[in-house]
């Protein structure tokens, strides 16, 4: 399967601990998202790189959220001291990218996400 | 600025019959708009896109939408509903700009009765 693959697929955790999640995107695809979804709400953007670098960042990513791409290939999202509110499901996605200008855009394929509860 | 408004948070059809799903939009460029499908405990989906070539999308499963600039509507439709069809819907709009960020609406929920 060449799709996005997510790591772990559920997590159980006691407030206050860290949490990290992984992403795989498509392997061609430069560009990966992270997004929240909450219950009865669509997804939320909180971040986006191209490539390895972090281009965007939502206001909803607070200091305790961080993610990396370090080579461009896999991305990790870490939440550091987790408060129940953080409870929710956690999706990345790949596009490709283009090299100029501001074309059609091309659709994201969205890995099936990790749910994590926050105890 | 752009959002996305999904006019109805649960539809309910009888198998067999029309779906009508409405999105209406709002965007500062020329947008691309997207719906995505979710099943329960799977992932998100692409259904169709709008890319500013043809008004009317046609998508997989029997799907279409029609963009109409003049309302700012991207109604998604289907003449017969199937069973497998009951799932969440989402609509996406994505301005015209550097890193396709992309705003989804909060969903409709499709109930299809046998």
């Known amino acids: 399967d060449t799709g996005v693959s997510q790591d772990p697929r559920h997590k159980i955790t006691k407030r206050g601990q860290n949490v990290t999640f992984r992403c795989d995107p498509i392997?061609?695809?430069?560009?990966l998202y992270w997004y929240r979804q909450t219950l009865g709400q669509g997804p939320e953007f909180l971040t986006y790189?191209?490539?390895?670098?972090?281009?965007?960042k939502s206001r909803l990513l607070s200091d305790r959220f961080s993610a990396e791409r370090p080579k461009g290939s896999f991305s990790t999202l870490e939440i550091q001291r987790t408060e129940q509110g953080d409870s929710a499901m956690y999706l990345c996605?790949?596009?490709?990218?283009?090299?100029?200008?501001?074309?059609?855009?091309?659709?994201?394929?969205f890995g099936p996400g990790t749910r994590l509860t926050v105890t | 600025a752009q959002s996305v408004t999904q006019l109805d948070s649960h539809v309910s059809v009888s198998e067999g019959t029309p779906v009508l799903l409405r999105c209406n939009y709002s965007?500062?460029?020329?947008?691309?708009l997207f719906w995505y499908v979710q099943h329960p405990n799977k992932g998100l989906q692409l259904l169709l896109k709008?890319?500013?070539?043809?008004?009317l999308v046609k998508g997989i499963n029997g799907f279409e939408a029609e963009f109409k600039k003049s309302e700012t509507s991207f109604h998604l439709t289907k003449p017969s509903a199937h069973m497998s069809d009951a799932a969440e819907y989402f609509c996406?709009?994505?301005?015209?700009?550097?890193?396709?960020?992309?705003?989804f609406g909060i969903g409709t929920k499709l109930q299809v009765i046998p």
């Open positions: 996605a790949s596009s490709p990218a283009h090299l100029t200008g501001t074309g059609p855009h091309y659709e994201q394929y």
């Open positions: 392997s061609e695809h430069n560009r």
């Open positions: 790189f191209q490539n390895e670098a972090q281009l965007e």
């Open positions: 965007s500062s460029y020329s947008p691309s």
């Open positions: 709008y890319t500013s070539a043809a008004t």
């Open positions: 996406v709009v994505s301005d015209a700009g550097g890193y396709q960020k992309v705003t």
